[in-house]
């Protein structure tokens, strides 16, 4: 089983997502809905919001884009800007 990612928030405090939350966090960072996302993880809707709360609560944001730009500063998750859809079609 794989430690959780752990990083230093700028009080001193440690911060640490589980592999999951770095899952869903990941996929809402490129632009999947929560149901999406649940559908992409096998798992419901009511699941992936579970793990927002609790990646919201750990860095201490209040919407995806603060959780994404926290966990970026942070290293939890990589910076890599995608303009793409991931649903798969050209424009």
Known sequence: MAMPTSRMESNGRPVRLTKREIEVLSLIAQGYS?????EHLFVSKRTVDFHLANIYGKLQVNNRVQAFRAATRLGLIPFEPTFSSHSGGES
């Open 34 to 38: 929560s149901k999406e996302a649940a």
